[in-house]
């Protein structure tokens, strides 16, 4: 699934949520639903000035709070209204979901090694990580299909599910999608429309000197 081959110039730009209090405690969210710190709001705040500067023509989010909440920052700047999504949840993480990394790794070590590795894991019994991509990566191309040529969409979503969609989207194989780094807290990736399908043009843009805190990680 690399997209359109028409090569229409359009832009995918994925965005992560701001902070959360489970980010600070490396507890895994999945698709719990958690809210913003006040970090986490002014995070998106900044970052919205950065992303409207982009003139994005449409923004899609996911229904849980904490990225509808970095969403709603930048549509209150741009005047856009928002499309929320149920497919663009973080991955259901089951038993791992609020435990902290130390527990997951205590716990379900080998299943966290196998992960690690690339191996195809339904972590806590939840969704495979092609799971994900399957749901998520068919609304990211449905709003993409209908922009304007040179157009771009902003889709604001979660560690994990940005990961695995952008690596749906290039046409990697699941298991080097863990060569994809984690995108820190309202930090972004660009995929841009070539005439051979979807490039990376930008990784964890807008990063500042604070690690990857999350899911993802």
């Known amino acids: 699934m690399n997209g359109s081959s028409s090569g229409r110039g359009r832009r995918i730009v994925l965005w992560r949520h701001g ?21 986490g709001v002014g995070q998106a705040h900044r970052a919205a000035r950065l992303l409207a500067s982009l ?15 970095t969403a709603a920052e930048l549509a209150a700047i741009t005047g856009l209204d928002i499309t929320h999504d149920a497919g663009l949840r973080e991955t259901y993480a089951g038993a791992w979901q609020g435990l902290t990394h130390e527990e997951i790794i205590e716990r379900y070590d080998a299943q966290y090694a196998a992960w690690k590795r690339g191996e195809p894991v339904r972590r806590g019994g939840g969704e495979l990580e092609t799971e994900v991509a399957d749901r998520a990566a068919p609304v ?15 889709v604001v979503s979660h560690g994990g599910t940005i990961r695995t969609t952008i690596g749906r989207l290039l046409g990697l194989e699941a298991r080097h999608w863990e060569g994809l780094g984690g995108l820190s807290n309202c930090c972004w990736s660009v995929l841009g429309e070539g005439a051979r399908g979807w490039r990376l ?12 805190l999350g899911d993802d990680a």
Do not use: Y
């Open 140 to 154: 990211v191309l449905d709003h993409a299909d209908k922009l304007p040529d040179g157009g771009t969409l902003v």
């Open 55 to 69: 003139k994005p023509d449409a923004i899609v989010a996911s229904d849980l709070r904490r990225a509808a909440a």
């Open 19 to 39: 902070q959360t209090a489970w980010n600070l405690e490396r507890r895994f969210q999945g698709s719990m639903d958690i809210e913003l710190t006040e970090t």
């Open 201 to 212: 043009l930008e990784h964890n843009a807008g990063t500042l000197p604070e690690p990857v």
